[in-house]
């Protein structure tokens, strides 16, 4: 800032002045995830997308995407839109103020897990920005597809013998 005058000025170095102001970035992430499915069987496969907006004022840099997968879930397969991904963390480097990139994470029920519900968390991360999370459920049921096949061992057998039958039942899933 300067300031000047008509009139003669005694002190003119004490005319003008600077002020430094720091300048912190600040960012405000949003996170919406979604599952394929409400519900999936027990050892079947359901899709998550994650997708991570940033509403500024400032860049976000360094934002990693995590999905932390519940048990009784395993990566089947991860993709990302503008990121590089290691298991279910991906990076996305810089993220330009109103920009929007896309996780999409592939997970197979176990045919194990039993019914009931299955919570799915994911979150964001920037050094410029306060940790946002979006968890979603998912009903897991069950449904296994019984098959039996019986066989007499030795047919044809005489009035009085005993029959003796081999019996095998098969669970073709995908619980």
């Known amino acids: 800032a300067n300031v000047t005058a008509a009139t003669s000025d005694p002190s003119p170095a004490n005319n003008s ?11 405000t992430l ?28 400032s860049a976000a ?52 897990q039993a019914a009931g519900v299955v919570t799915n968390t994911a979150a964001a991360f920037s050094p410029n920005a306060p940790t ?7 009903t897991v049921t069950t449904a296994a597809n019984l098959r039996v096949t019986k066989v007499a061992l030795n047919s044809p057998v005489n009035a009085g013998e005993v029959i003796f039958y081999q019996v095998v039942v098969s669970n073709d899933g995908p619980s």
Do not use: H, W
């Open 30 to 57: 949003v996170i919406d995830k979604q599952a394929s499915a409400a519900s999936v069987n027990a050892g079947e496969f359901v899709t998550y997308t994650i997708t991570i907006t940033n509403n500024g004022p």
């Open 132 to 138: 946002v999370t979006d968890t979603v459920t998912t």
């Open 17 to 27: 002045d600077t002020a430094d102001t720091s300048i912190i970035a600040k960012t």
């Open 61 to 112: 840099t360094s934002v990693d995407v995590k999905d932390q997968l519940p048990a009784g879930l395993s990566l089947a397969s991860v993709v990302a839109e503008g990121g590089t991904c290691a298991g279910a963390i991906c990076q996305f480097g810089s993220l330009p103020v109103g920009a929007s990139r896309t996780m999409t994470v592939v997970a197979q029920v176990s045919s194990a």
